[in-house]
């Protein structure tokens, strides 16, 4: 591995383990809509006000839509090397049989994940900061009522249920591999590495899957 492929690799997992920790952030967020009765709207709507009023929260979220530039760029210029490297096949290579099916797609997984996100920024993000939202009671702009008419189609909760799947798999090669890259990966702590990279990725993605379905199902 060459040093300029290192540099892009360890930004990679930085960017990435940046991304890890906002998902906390945002799930923390979006538990608020599993509050029942009106509290859910209002606790809700005041979480989002505060996110697009705090100056600290802003430069935050640069540093967030720069980190999921950079991720993805990087994420291309490593594909494109190692199809590069791959070009030659020997005969009798099997590695494909000792790799899991998720690190030998990560592109797909990923690409599935950007189409996603660029959606999921149009239906809920771009109509908060540039669209018409009403205001709720406490003039806070309805971000709640917006999120529940969205989650109010069954075809979006499945398709959102379906990227989260993949954001799991994702999450988990993902995971392990800015763990190796920065030398975190060391046998005397792989176990609690491992312990620690499924529980993340089984508690995020689950629990972000669980909230389109319960609003859809209970609210």
């Known amino acids: 591995m060459t040093q300029s492929t290192l540099t892009k690799k360890i930004w990679m997992a930085l960017t990435g383990l940046f991304l890890c920790f906002f998902l906390i ?5 979006n538990l608020q809509l ?20 705090n100056i600290i929260i802003k430069i935050i979220s640069y540093i967030l839509y720069a ?3 950079a991720h993805v760029i990087y994420a291309i210029i490593i594909t494109m090397q190692n199809a590069r490297s791959r070009k030659v096949k020997y005969k009798y290579d099997k590695r494909g049989n000792l790799s899991k ?12 994940l950007f189409i996603f996100l660029v959606i999921h920024f149009r239906d809920f ?3 908060y900061k540039f669209g018409s939202l009403p205001l709720d009671e406490h003039g806070h702009k309805d971000l709640y009522t917006l999120v ?4 109010s189609e069954l075809w979006y909760v499945i398709v959102y249920v379906l990227c989260m799947v993949a ?3 994702h999450l988990i090669h993902g995971f392990f591999s800015a763990a190796r890259t920065l030398g975190a990966y060391h046998p005397k702590y792989v176990r609690w590495i491992k312990a620690l990279g499924w529980a993340y990725c089984i508690v995020i993605c689950a629990g972000f899957a669980f909230i389109p379905v319960y609003v859809h199902f209970l609210k």
């Open 34 to 53: 599993l509050i029942p009765g009106p509290a859910s709207q209002q606790q809700f709507n005041a979480y989002s006000q505060l996110l697009s009023g």
């Open 25 to 29: 952030i945002h799930l923390l967020g």
């Open 67 to 69: 980190s999921i530039i």
């Open 148 to 151: 529940v008419t969205v989650y």
């Open 167 to 169: 954001l799991f798999y």
């Open 125 to 127: 993000w771009y109509v």
């Open 101 to 112: 099916w998720y690190s030998r797609n990560m592109g797909l997984l990923g690409t599935i």
